[in-house]
T-cell receptor, first 115, second 114 residues
Framework: EPEVTQTPSHQVTQMGQEVILRCVPI?????FYWYRQILGQKVEFLVS????????KSEIFDDQFSVERPDGSNFTLKIRSTKLEDSAMYFCASSDYGAGTDTQYFGPGTRLTVL | KQEVTQIPAALSVPEGENLVLNCSFTDSAIYNLQWFRQDPGKGLTSLLLIQSSQREQTSGRLNASLDKSSGRSTLYIAASQPGDSATYLC?????????????FGTGTRLTIIP
């Protein structure tokens, strides 16, 4: 069964460094998302992406964050200058509303630790 | 602003029992509701999705119902097994065209006692 994959599974970085989290959505999906979950808290929406542009973003997704689909398979989240409070599990998700299903499929997540 | 709440926060039941998990949301203008399972330190596995026009969905031992007007959904698990132990999350999608973001609940941590 197709699945969303994410790399790396765990990323440790120093405060102020740039990180890139990578995702490979399900191949025929057209809608892509990033969510995050700070330890012990709710899963929070960050950004949605369709047709090579951001369709919606949350208040969390400030100028330090960016997303990109550099090729036909990868979807990346970049944090330019990490802060301690960016430490969280980051989930990528994808969906294909054109197929008549609205289900968002989530990847296993990348645990980001900012020291 | 949509708020999603799940009660109880934690639940422990003996193996074999049937159980119900609750989800409530403040804004009834939703497009659909999705139930997920999350194992410790892992990603989210989609269990069931109910469109706003539907009343319930079933998959195996799982049955999810939706009462949009009252802002409630329940997830019924029949004949519980130790492998069902996990955190269960519900999430709602708003009706706005082009708005696909999910708003998640607080989760219910379920423990099935062998």
């Amino acid at each position: 069964e197709p699945e969303v994959t994410q790399t790396p599974s765990h990323q440790v970085t120093q405060m102020g460094q740039e990180v890139i989290l990578r995702c490979v959505p399900i191949s025929n999906h057209l809608y892509f998302y990033w969510y995050r979950q700070i330890l012990g808290q709710k899963v929070e929406f960050l950004v949605s992406f369709y047709n090579n542009e951001i369709s919606e973003k949350s208040e969390i997704f400030d100028d330090q964050f960016s997303v990109e689909r550099p090729d036909g398979s990868n979807f990346t989240l970049k944090i330019r200058s990490t802060k301690l409070e960016d430490s969280a599990m980051y989930f990528c998700a994808s969906s294909d509303y054109g197929a008549g299903t609205d289900t968002q499929y989530f990847g296993p997540g990348t645990r980001l630790t900012v020291l | 602003k949509q708020e999603v709440t799940q009660i109880p926060a934690a639940l422990s039941v003996p193996e074999g029992e049937n159980l119900v998990l609750n989800c409530s949301f403040t804004d009834s203008a939703i497009y659909n509701l999705q139930w997920f399972r999350q194992d410790p330190g892992k990603g989210l596995t989609s269990l069931l999705l109910i469109q706003s026009s539907q009343r319930e969905q079933t998959s195996g031992r799982l049955n999810a119902s939706l009462d949009k007007s009252s802002g409630r959904s329940t997830l019924y698990i029949a004949a519980s097994q130790p492998g069902d132990s996990a955190t269960y999350l519900c999430a709602v999608r708003p009706t706005n065209f082009g708005n696909e973001k999910l708003t998640f609940g607080t989760g219910t941590r379920l423990t099935i006692i062998p």
